[in-house]
């Protein structure tokens, strides 16, 4: 079998207002998608989601210069995508065309992906827990408790599992560590004993505030404290020190030279690498080194956008050492969680012909080979690419 043909499709869709959404200092007025396919000369076709943070149109001219090296090669070869060079742009080319492979091998091999993927003598998760990720609509100077009310709704739908942001700037409404753990509080009030609960810091905070937040979420219970800080290893690790919640991080990472000294440090307490940003292969090198020589740290993945990354997320957190074969269990920071984008809009499915089952709260792995999924028709006349950067500044 031979690689033919390889091609990027560069997809945006303009959120409704109400579905626009804001965080720190940025406005999102759109959803983007960046769509690789691969074509072989039997009429097999692999498809991937590679991270649109990198930027559509960018990402296809990566993919542009890599297809001479890669049309006529068996899509089996392991040698075929470049090195990443912790190179978030580059890379995430890489990992379009990584997922898109083993999407391809499975339907090659009439297996899916999480099939190939798990070690010899394991089983694969067949149902994967849902966290409901957003928190990302609520306003400090108009109705913060907003977040509150979000929270309730995605615990209504039956997701077990929530995390939310910081809100807009705090220096633009004066907000302070005392009122943010007020609203972090109402939210645990109405919702913590339905779903587990996780901050997103956004590298946003300092130390200082970052341990005070932490010790608060700790006392309350909460899931784990994402990115709270700048990336800096001794920091994570000192604020991993002082709690017993999870801090986590690592969703920019595509190498695992980045991620060594956070792991060494003892700075992550839950690892979080993106099969679109960093490849499906990556993400398997973490999660095995995570779990084999540091102590069983879980792996749940960042998975910010569209429903096709979600499925190469999925079956690589499927087949990660240490699972069961069932489904994930409940419980916090637990292996086996997928985080699910509440704000990507229609584009998050509907790039798919058939959108995979969630039931209860859990995405269930469709028995198909590779990712288990397919394109819809014509998604580039139905979602012409919008120019332009995914987030606009805002100010005050």
Not at 183 to 194: K, S
């Given at each position: 079998?031979?690689?033919?043909?390889?091609?990027?499709?560069?997809?945006?869709?303009?959120?409704?207002?109400?579905r626009?959404?804001?965080?720190?200092?940025?406005?999102?007025?759109?959803?983007?998608?960046?769509?690789?396919?691969?074509?072989?000369d039997?009429?097999?076709?692999?498809?991937?989601?590679?991270?649109?943070?990198?930027?559509?149109p960018?990402?296809?001219?990566r993919?542009?210069?890599?297809?001479?090296?890669?049309i006529?090669?068996?899509?089996?070869?392991?040698?075929?995508?470049?090195?990443?060079?912790?190179?978030?742009?580059?890379?995430?080319?890489?990992?379009?065309?990584?997922?898109?492979?083993?999407?391809?091998r499975?339907?090659?091999?009439?297996?899916?992906?999480?099939?190939?993927?798990?070690?010899?003598?394991?089983?694969?998760?067949?149902?994967?827990?849902?966290?409901?990720?957003?928190?990302v609509?609520?306003?400090?100077?108009?109705?913060?408790?907003?977040?509150v009310?979000?929270?309730?709704?995605y615990?209504?739908?039956?997701?077990?599992?929530?995390?939310?942001?910081?809100?807009?700037?705090?220096?633009?409404?004066?907000?302070?560590?005392?009122?943010?753990?007020?609203?972090?509080r109402?939210?645990?009030?109405?919702?913590?004993?339905?779903?587990?609960?996780?901050?997103?810091?956004?590298?946003?905070?300092?130390?200082?505030?970052?341990?005070?937040?932490?010790?608060?979420?700790?006392d309350?219970?909460?899931?784990?404290?994402?990115?709270?800080?700048?990336?800096?290893?001794?920091?994570?690790?000192r604020?991993?020190?002082?709690?017993?919640?999870?801090?986590?991080?690592?969703?920019?990472?595509?190498?695992?030279?980045?991620?060594?000294?956070?792991?060494?440090?003892?700075?992550?307490?839950?690892?979080?690498?993106?099969?679109?940003?960093?490849?499906?292969?990556?993400?398997?090198?973490?999660?095995?080194?995570?779990?084999?020589?540091?102590?069983?740290i879980?792996?749940?993945?960042?998975?910010?956008?569209?429903?096709?990354?979600?499925?190469?997320?999925?079956?690589?957190?499927?087949?990660?050492?240490?699972?069961?074969?069932?489904e994930?269990?409940?419980?916090?920071?637990?292996?086996?969680?997928l985080?699910?984008?509440?704000?990507?809009?229609?584009?998050?499915?509907?790039?798919?012909?058939?959108?995979?089952a969630?039931?209860?709260?859990?995405?269930?792995?469709?028995?198909?080979?590779?990712?288990?999924?397919?394109?819809?028709?014509?998604?580039?006349?139905?979602?012409?690419?919008?120019?332009?950067?995914?987030?606009?500044?805002?100010?005050?």
């Amino acid at each position: 079998m031979k690689i033919t043909a390889i091609r990027t499709l560069s997809l945006s869709r303009t959120h409704e207002p109400e579905r626009q959404w804001q965080s720190a200092t940025f406005h999102v007025p759109k959803a983007d998608c960046s769509i690789c396919i691969i074509e072989t000369d039997e009429g097999l076709q692999g498809i991937a989601e590679p991270c649109a943070y990198g930027v559509p149109p960018d990402i296809a001219a990566r993919i542009e210069q890599l297809k001479p090296g890669l049309i006529g090669r068996d899509p089996r070869d392991e040698d075929l995508i470049p090195a990443n060079k912790a190179v978030r742009a580059n890379d995430i080319a890489n990992a379009g065309l990584n997922c898109a492979l083993w999407d391809l091998r499975g339907k090659i091999a009439d297996k899916t992906t999480a099939e190939l993927l798990v070690a010899e003598g394991q089983q694969p998760l067949r149902r994967l827990r849902l966290y409901a990720s957003s928190g990302v609509g609520y306003d400090w100077d108009n109705r913060p408790e907003s977040v509150v009310e979000e929270a309730i709704s995605y615990a209504e739908e039956g997701l077990t599992a929530y995390k939310m942001r910081l809100g807009t700037h705090w220096a633009w409404s004066n907000v302070t560590v005392d009122r943010f753990l007020t609203l972090a509080r109402q939210v645990h009030e109405a919702v913590g004993e339905r779903m587990d609960l996780a901050l997103d810091g956004n590298c946003r905070l300092s130390i200082e505030e970052a341990l005070l937040i932490a010790e608060a979420l700790d006392d309350m219970g909460w899931a784990w404290f994402e990115e709270p800080v700048e990336r800096v290893p001794a920091d994570y690790a000192r604020l991993n020190e002082a709690v017993s919640i999870p801090v986590t991080g690592g969703e920019p990472f595509t190498t695992w030279a980045q991620f060594e000294p956070f792991m060494a440090a003892g700075a992550f307490g839950v690892v979080q690498p993106d099969a679109g940003v960093c490849g499906i292969d990556l993400c398997m090198e973490v999660g095995r080194k995570a779990h084999a020589n540091y102590g069983g740290i879980p792996l749940i993945p960042h998975n910010w956008h569209n429903g096709l990354m979600t499925m190469a997320n999925a079956h690589m957190v499927a087949a990660l050492p240490g699972i069961d074969g069932r489904e994930s269990l409940p419980g916090k920071a637990a292996s086996g969680m997928l985080e699910l984008n509440m704000r990507q809009g229609p584009l998050q499915w509907e790039i798919l012909r058939e959108k995979p089952a969630i039931e209860d709260g859990y995405l269930v792995l469709p028995d198909a080979p590779g990712l288990g999924v397919e394109l819809a028709d014509d998604l580039e006349t139905r979602f012409p690419y919008i120019e332009g950067p995914w987030g606009t500044p805002m100010q005050r």
